[in-house]
């Protein structure tokens, strides 16, 4: 934000009255205004003094400058008003006196994002109360299409909750297709991901890469989140564009609970993704050895699949220097020393 760098530099193009709201000089500021200062003057990022002194938090200094003739709702280079600067500062009482002055609580910058995104991600829940309260509704944005992604990033489970009170979709998807609930998924937010389930959000909706919200807690060990889609009805054994499941991602992020989670619900431990890979292939190849034990001593079958290079099992924990696995391997007799590569 362009006053943050004045605070340290001053840019060649801020005004005196800029420079003194930004040293907190209130008499000064008083005085410029009084002199006929240009109220609506922009600096080299488009910054105007009202913008600045909702940055510093001067609801004196941005009363007077807005009851003396300043555009509550300029923008500077980043398509923000002084509205953003009040509430990315916490600053209620500016943030309030702009909303009274009219500033739009639906105003989006450059990145699409709006007021209301900033202050869910703050988990400010006054200023969404206020800003809904004022008609801020849910837009979508660049990186999380809109702010119930951020509750749920977060774990505010009050305010996810008083975003879904005011019409927001559990099942709203961003750019990736992915919905809230993938979010509560992969940052563990239990509490957050039960309250969308019982808001109706779907448990097997999936992403453009065919995921499911049980892939992201199996990538982040989230076991309690995993546990919680199984018990409301998550598919188990769905696969994604690449034909691997939620339990490929576990055992090759070397998340050990959530396999034995998904065994223990009914996982197949010898699917085969589209390159042939397995779960026991894919633990062996990130070096997990006690997931790789964990899968051949319930009964993983390395011969069912073949990959690409025509590579079983047994080869593959030779080539990884996986010696004692190969070695278990021909102790479980789950492997067939005959069996050749593609390369004999």
Not at 158 to 183: H, W
Not at 325 to 338: F, G, P, Q, R, W
Request: net charge negative; charged share 25%.
């Amino acid at each position: 934000m362009s006053c943050l760098r004045y605070w340290f530099r001053y840019s060649t193009n801020a005004t005196p009255l800029i420079k003194a709201i930004l040293d907190g000089n209130n008499e000064l500021s008083r005085e410029l205004i009084t002199q006929g200062e240009d109220l609506n003057v922009t600096d080299n990022e488009g910054g105007t003094p009202l913008i600045c002194a909702a940055f510093k938090g001067n609801k004196e200094i941005a009363e007077i400058l807005i009851d003396e003739g300043s555009e509550v709702n300029q923008r500077n280079h980043k398509k923000q008003t002084a509205l953003f600067y009040s509430i990315a500062n916490n600053n209620e009482e500016v943030a309030r006196l702009l909303v009274l002055k009219g500033a739009d609580v639906n105003v989006s910058d450059k990145h699409g994002q709006t007021p209301l995104f900033h202050a869910a991600e703050n988990n400010n829940e006054e200023f969404l109360r206020m800003l809904i309260e004022k008609g801020a509704v849910n837009v979508s944005d660049d990186i999380y299409g809109q702010t119930l992604f951020i509750a749920a990033k977060n774990n505010n489970e009050e305010v996810a909750r008083l975003l879904i009170e005011k019409g927001a979709d559990v099942n709203i998807s961003n750019k990736y297709g992915q919905t809230p609930i993938f979010e509560a998924a992969k940052n563990s937010n239990e509490e957050v991901a039960r309250m969308l389930i019982e808001k109706g959000a779907d448990v097997n909706v999936s992403d453009k890469d065919g995921q499911t919200p049980l892939f992201s807690a199996a990538t982040n060990n989230n076991e309690e989140v995993a546990r919680l889609l199984i018990e409301k009805g998550a598919d188990i054994n769905v696969s994604d564009k690449n034909g691997t499941t939620p339990l490929f991602s576990a055992a090759g992020n070397k998340n050990e609970e959530v396999a034995r989670l998904l065994i223990e619900k009914g996982a197949d431990i010898n699917a085969c993704s589209k390159s042939g890979e397995n779960p026991l292939s894919t633990a062996l190849k990130c070096g997990t050895e006690k997931m790789v034990m964990t899968l051949m001593n319930i009964g993983a079958n390395n011969n069912v699949c073949k990959n690409h290079a025509g590579t079983k099992t047994f080869h593959i924990a030779l080539n990884h220097g996986k010696y004692e696995v190969a070695k278990k391997l021909l102790e479980l007799s789950v492997t067939d020393m005959d069996i050749e590569d593609n390369n004999g």
